[in-house]
């Protein structure tokens, strides 16, 4: 005995429906006209402005973790580095623990040139492209 999976299916429905109670359209949907302008979300300004914001984050968290690695390292594998001394009294390992506040204001300085050099006017200009998109697609 073989198994028929649509005998209660009346023939005029047509095939493309998935239920036989549904109504069938008396023409496919047509498709929309394109846009005139790429959508915004598409638009090669994104690409370019999530790329320059990750490599700003990269420059910016390199140089604070890579001299914190940097002093890890020669605290482990450099002890006699570490504890020579620079001046009367004061150890290397000590002088290179001090200077990571400054390294750290340094990725600061260094993230917030990039920020005002390149990805902020990215970002400002993708802005005033997405308010004109906006004016232009409102209706009228």
Known sequence: MSYDPSPHVPSHVPPHLTYPWQVASPEPPRPRKPPRRVPLGHHSDLRILRGAYRRQRRTATFTALGYFTLFLVLSAFAPGLMTSRVTDGVPAGLLLALLQ??????????????ARRRVDPLADRIRKQAELDARRGAPR
């Open 101 to 114: 506040l400054p390294v750290t204001w340094l990725a600061i300085a260094l993230y917030e040139h990039t």
